[in-house]
């Protein structure tokens, strides 16, 4: 029976694949919980307050919070190809990528009573404020969500589909744990000869 043990492959090696990215499989369902309805934590922020310069306008306190947590990939930090982490997490860490530079700069802007939207990418996560300088990679036409206060809005982005991809890979693969990988090698060999193992039928007798 080919046609089961294709099936049987591919259940194992969609299982294994999960729980090599996510050892904790809730981690992903709760980071796409925390995309949708981010968690704004002033408290968690409270520490950072003190460091601001006086009479920081929105532009400098962003370039504060992307000086004090630098970049860094969520394999790097968390341990998992995509996180959202909580600002208590992001605060803790002290580094991370664009998703932790959000929630520490919004739950900022909340604690200040900055107003500012969230916006969102297939690959980036950004707040827009009065005044705020549009890039190539922060702007309107690549947005794919944006939320002003409770309202969530989707469009269709305009992006570079190619470069998209080249991002995605990088945070994807070449920065996952070596050990990762060979985990995932393991699990393509284990399918494969799971695949090919001949299913035993029992024959009925007449």
């Not at 009573?113 to 297939?122: C, D, K, M, N, T």
């Not at 690549?142 to 944006?146: E, K, Q, T």
């Given at each position: 029976?080919p046609g089961?043990n294709?099936?049987?492959?591919?259940?194992f090696l969609?299982?294994w694949s999960?729980?090599?990215?996510y050892?904790?499989?809730?981690?992903?369902?709760?980071?796409?919980?925390?995309l949708?309805?981010?968690?704004?934590?002033?408290g968690?922020?409270?520490?950072?307050?003190?460091?601001?310069p006086?009479g920081?306008d929105p532009?400098?306190?962003?370039?504060?919070?992307?000086?004090?947590?630098p970049?860094?990939?969520?394999?790097?930090?968390?341990?998992?190809?995509?996180?959202?982490?909580t600002?208590a997490?992001?605060?803790?860490?002290?580094?991370?990528?664009?998703?932790t530079r959000?929630?520490v700069?919004?739950?900022l802007?909340e604690?200040?009573?900055?107003?500012?939207?969230?916006?969102?990418?297939?690959?980036h996560?950004?707040i827009?404020?009065?005044?705020k300088?549009?890039?190539?990679l922060?702007?309107?036409e690549?947005?794919?969500?944006?939320r002003?206060?409770?309202k969530?809005?989707?469009?269709?982005?305009?992006?570079?589909?190619r470069?998209?991809?080249?991002?995605?890979?990088?945070?994807?693969?070449?920065y996952m744990p070596?050990?990762?990988?060979?985990?995932?090698?393991?699990?393509?060999?284990?399918?494969?000869?799971l695949?090919?193992?001949?299913v035993?039928?029992?024959?009925?007798?007449?």
């Open positions: 029976m089961k294709r099936r049987l492959a591919l259940f969609l299982l999960f729980l090599v990215l050892p904790r499989p809730t981690a992903l369902g709760e980071s796409l919980y925390r949708i309805v981010p968690p704004v934590e002033t968690a922020v409270v520490p950072l307050i003190s460091g601001l006086s920081a532009a400098a306190l962003e370039k504060y919070i992307l000086e004090t947590f970049y860094q990939h969520d394999w790097q930090v968390y341990g998992y190809p995509w996180y959202f982490p600002t997490e992001a605060v803790q860490k002290g580094k991370g990528d664009c998703k959000f929630i700069l919004a739950s802007f604690a200040l009573q900055v107003p500012y939207e969230l916006f969102i990418s297939p690959t996560i950004w827009y404020y009065v005044g300088e549009e890039t190539s922060e702007n309107l690549v947005a794919l969500f944006y002003d206060d409770d969530l809005t989707f469009k269709l982005p305009r992006m570079n589909w470069e998209s991809a080249a991002v995605t890979w990088e945070a994807f693969w070449v070596p050990q990762r990988k060979r985990l995932l090698y393991t699990g393509l060999v284990f399918a494969l000869l695949y090919l193992t001949p035993k039928t029992r024959r009925l007798r007449s």
